[in-house]
Each structure stands twice: as structure tokens, then as C-alpha cells.
């Protein structure tokens, strides 16, 4: 019979003296200091005590969006910072960071987005930030998070699951793995999917949440050029008419009406141009063709086009019936002038990466809402996309190559499940990582690019 004979080879004591497990979390923890989140959310929630709190609440807040941004779903998940306080220091108690949910009500949740724009803004002038000349994309999009209890506002959702159903906007950031989570509306589950008030609400609250030289200028054509993505749920005509009067540029989903369909049949076979991949090169078995002329646009803003894409389903996909002659039709509308038709539709389909920020952001705190009433559940919403900010910022920043891309899970490996050795000498506390894991010495370098960037102020 063969053994694994290494199982029981390996004495075990408990007798090791400081050493602290998952020491890479101390990098994002170090990111809410230099961005000032911690400092800006205490100062925003002070007035609802009487006196001075044993813990702050910016600083019990930031620690919480910290152990998200390392892959807890629930407050008792806090204990994975409390439990290290040789590296952390004193961390509050879960009923502490109870109290701290309920002080958030709408308007000091208002203060704590404005802080984390804020935030946003010194991060990007450290270096965290993307090429704003080259003009920015916001991808919007609903997603399903289901709720396993009763909650407040939770209820059956369009895909009749029971939960809340969260509206999201993310900046396209194809340099980094996640999109950065410009902003969240927490919805009962029973919320329309195409509502039109809800899509130009979080309009208003991304942009906001843009640093000031990010912003478009609907008077000013030279001010940075802002493009809004969002599937056929986003296609209303009073949201186009939101994103035009913002100064954004708009690529939205296109819903196959009777009218599409009849322009399907129409449009002239050396009408369509081959389709390109989203990294450039040609896309076998795919075309595009506008057809703008052959459509009633007088609803929607003027200059505005749409375009259809007919590709080849994949072996064993179920044909609709609004395809035709064996192939699969999508269409989309925008208001970009000009344009290869190529260009534009990549341009449009790279909206399918915001599903790939929601999947990370399951993973980040958008899984699983803890709380039982909805202030609080709008509260974590934000500490939730706070997390995803981090983690994006502290990539941008301190990573490149293949941690600069990784994805949350990944880093959370890569980075976060480091152990080390905190030894103290001459006043001088030293992090020990440990030298034989292969990431050890990319993490330290990331520490020392943190503390040498160009922070404001």
C-alpha cells in the first residue's frame, strides 16, 4: 500500500512569535490612509456622536471596505483584521461596526461618496489614474444579488430569484483587471430593469464621482470627452436625452423591434462590412451595417445612428425568432459622428467587460448584502465598491504585469495571503515576508511605490 508519507512528518508547535498571516492586506489598508478615506469618512460622520468614539468611524468604515477588498461578505468577517492586531493595531468589535452602519442615513451616505471622490481624485494624481485625453467610457448595468433571509426592500426579482437588483456604474478600465466602481443604486428586487429615473440618477452620481478635471462640460466642446455605455436596458429616449444634456457621448443596446426586423431583411447584401475582435483583428463570421436611414430616429437626440451586427451563432446555440436566414442579429444606437462601422461596433461590444467587473464584484462584496435594514445594506453597497477602488487603485499603482491585470481572487492570493515576521529594532518595526514565496519580493516593491508616490498635499 503506498503512503503519503510527508503528512505526518512535520512537527507541530504553537510556539511562533510574531508572525502574522495574510500581511499583504496591510498594503490596501496603507492605500485608505494615503487616500485619505479614513480620515475624510470620520470627519463626515462625527456629528452623529456627542462625543469623541473610542474607534472613528472613517477608520472602522475603511477597515471594512479593507477586509472586502480581501473577500469578506459580513461584518464578522472583520475578525480577519482584529485577529492581527500586531499589524493592524486596535480594530473594532463587530456590534462597534454595527453602530457605525446605522449612522449612515442618506445624507451622511452623500458625505461619503463626496469623500471617496475625493479620494479618487488624490489617487489619480499619484498615478492611479487612466489617460483622461484619450476620453473616458462608463459602463452601466443591473445585476442580481440574492438575499437567503428577510430584508428590507428585498423581493421576487424579473428573474424570479428573491434579492435586490443594484444598479452599477463602472469606468472601463481595460488596463487594470476591475473597472474602477464610480457608483451604486441599491433597488428592491421588484425594480425595473430599462428605468429610465434610475439610469440618469447614477449618471449624475458617476460623474460626480469623477475628479474635476475628468468631468465634460456640456458648454465647453474642448472639456474631456466622456462616452456612456450600457446595454437595451439603458435604450430610453429620456435617458439619451440625460446623457446628451450631461456632455456624454452615448453607445447603447438597441431592442429588435418590428421596425429592426424589417430593416434586417433590407439592407443590401455589400452592405455589410466584416466585424473585427475586440483586440483588433478580423472576426470570422460576423458583419456589421448601419442602418439609420431606414429607421424613425425623430425621438431620440439628433446625429444619433444605429447599427446592426448579423454573426453566426455558435454550434448548439437556439436560434430566436427575431434572427433571420440562420444568422444572429443585435443592433445598438449611438451618437458618434463619423467612424469606421467596425470601429464602432468593438467599440460598443467591449461594453460585455462591465459583466466581468460585476463577476469581480461579486467576489467583493456584491454577493451578499448582511444587513436586515436598507440603510445599512446601502452603506455596505458603498463600502462594497470602495473595495473594488482599492484594489484597482492599489494595481495601477504598485503592480505591473500580470498583478497589475490579475484578478481580484488571483490577488487576493498573489498579494494578500502573504505571511511575515514583524520584528522591532532601534524604534524601527520591519515586515519579514516570507522569502520563498514567489510574489514576496514584487509586494515589498509595491510597499515602497506606494510611500514614494506623488501624493497631493
Known sequence: MVQDSKASSVRVTADGEGLVSRAGVALLRELTISTGLGTGWSEALLDTYTGIPVHLPGRVLADLAVMIADGGDALAHLATLRDQDKLFGP????ATAWR?????????LARLRAVRAAARERAWAAGAGP???????IDIDATISIAHSEKENAAKTWKKTFGFHPLLAYLDRPDVAGGEALAGILRPGKAGSNTAADHAEILTMALAALPACARPDPDDPDSPQVMIRTDAAGATHAFAAAVRAA?????MGFPISTEVRAAVLAVPA?????????DGGPRDGAWVAEITGMLDLAKWPERSRVFLRRERPHPGARLRFTDADGHRFTAFITDTDGGQLADLEVRHRAHARVEDRIRGGKTTGLRNFPCRGYAENKAWLELSLTAADLLTWVQALCFTGDLARAEPATLRYRVCAVAGKLTRTARVTTLHLD????????LA???TRLRAAPWPG
Request: charged share 25%; with cysteine; aromatic share 14%.
Open 91 to 94: 480594530v473594532a468589535s463587530d
Open 100 to 108: 457605525v452602519l446605522d449612522r449612515v442615513d442618506d445624507e451622511h
Open 131 to 137: 489617460n483622461v485625453t484619450t476620453g473616458l467610457v
Open 247 to 251: 456632455g456624454c457621448g452615448f453607445s
Open 270 to 278: 455589400d452592405a455589410w462590412v466584416p466585424a473585427y475582435d475586440i
Open 435 to 442: 522569502r520563498d514565496w514567489p510574489w514576496a519580493q514584487r
Open 445 to 447: 516593491t509595491a510597499f
